[in-house]
Every structure is written in structure tokens, then in C-alpha cells.
């Protein structure tokens, strides 16, 4: 008969195992943030400024309070967002955001009305971003919504057809932090080809405010 030392020891293991499994139960595909922002419904910066657990659901839902500071994308579907909600286990793709530290670039989808996000889409703190980025989120990314990244994982890679961008970050292993993802978008230029873009065409200088995107 198992004393109670092992019987203690066993049940720690299988709650390990449990963690374990739990928190890789979360897998997304790496995409360039201009795929992120294209793919979303709602783009804001905001600042999270309180949370609340909801017990609905096997894991529940955390509920975060935010102070929306700009509005990106997402004008038709809500007028201005008070909260996200993200499931409150990163085994189910929950999101965590600090409360009253930093202004976040929150990308998520509408449903009844209410904002989700998740760990697959494209949330970051808004310091960490580079100029470029915040560029095109201003701007730049909805001009390039109509081509295709296509992300070129091993070599060669080719594009197929005029509107694809070929994203080489992955095969450095740096995925949405590369230097395509912090530097370039993917725009289609007046011949009806796509290309990356790292400059400042006439256009966004006169829609982009580079000191507050």
C-alpha cells in the first residue's frame, strides 16, 4: 500500500504533466504584422488601466478595462472600446496585459458586440514598435491589404504571381520581429505589382502624423 508521501508525490507529477500540456496547448503561426493588422477586425492603442476574472467557461474569461487612446481599424463595427476580453488561460490563447503601465497596439475580432483578442494575434507594447510599424498602422498596412505575404520558410522560394511580397524573416528564425516585419510593408505600386516599401510615398506625407501615429 503507497504511503501518503507517495500518493503526494504521484498527484504532484500528474498535475505537472497537466501544466505542461495545458500551457503548449496554445500554437500559432507567425505572420508579419501587416497580415496582423489586414486580418483584424478592431486595431487600437490603448492603455489597460483594470481586469476582472469572469467565471464563464472552463478556463473563464479576464475581461480588461482599457483607455482607448486612437482607433486604427474597426470604425464600422464599434465606436469606441471600453473592454477586451481574452480567455483567462495562455493554454487557451488568454492574453495578459500589465494594468496602468504601458499603451499597448491591441489587435482583435468583434462578437455580440464585445472586442477579443488572443496570444495570436498581434498585441505589443506601443514603445516596442518601430517607427515604420506605427506607420503602417496609420496608414500604410490597409494600402497593402489587397496583396499576399507570402512567407518563405526554406530555400528557394519564389512569388507565383504579382501580388505576393516574399517575407524572408523566417528563415532567420526572427519571424514578426525580422527586420521585414520591423521595416517593410508590402504595397501595391501603380502597375498593379506588390512590393516591399520602407520609404515615404507623397501620400502618407500628407495622412501619417510622424510624431504621434
Not at 70 to 94: L, N, P, R, W
Not at 129 to 140: D, E, V
Request: hydrophobic share 30%; charged share 20%.
Amino acid at each position: 500500500m503507497l504511503s501518503v508521501k507517495q500518493h503526494l508525490i504521484s498527484l504532484l507529477f500528474v498535475f505537472s504533466s497537466l501544466h505542461l500540456q495545458l500551457t503548449d496547448g496554445c500554437s500559432c503561426a507567425l505572420s508579419h504584422p501587416q497580415d496582423a493588422f489586414c486580418n483584424s477586425e478592431i486595431v487600437i492603442r490603448a492603455k489597460v488601466v483594470g481586469k476582472k476574472l469572469l467565471r464563464d467557461g472552463p478556463f473563464g474569461t479576464m475581461r480588461y478595462t482599457v483607455k482607448q487612446m486612437k482607433m486604427y481599424k474597426g470604425f464600422d463595427k464599434v465606436q469606441h472600446v471600453q473592454h477586451i476580453y481574452t480567455s483567462a488561460s495562455e493554454s487557451s490563447c488568454g492574453v495578459k496585459f500589465d494594468i496602468n503601465k504601458y499603451q499597448y497596439l491591441i489587435t482583435g475580432r468583434v462578437y455580440n458586440d464585445k472586442v477579443y483578442t488572443g496570444l495570436c494575434n498581434f498585441n505589443e507594447q506601443w514603445d516596442r514598435l518601430s517607427l515604420a510599424q506605427k506607420k503602417g498602422i496609420n496608414h500604410r498596412y490597409q494600402l497593402g491589404c489587397s496583396c499576399r505575404i507570402k512567407a518563405c520558410r526554406y530555400l528557394p522560394c519564389f512569388v507565383t504571381s504579382k501580388n505576393e511580397c516574399l517575407w524572408t524573416d523566417m528563415l532567420s528564425h526572427f519571424g514578426n520581429t525580422g527586420y521585414q516585419s520591423r521595416h517593410y510593408a508590402c504595397i501595391q505600386q501603380k502597375e498593379g505589382y506588390c512590393s516591399w516599401y520602407r520609404g515615404m510615398t507623397a501620400r502618407d506625407k500628407t495622412t501619417i502624423n510622424a510624431t504621434d501615429p
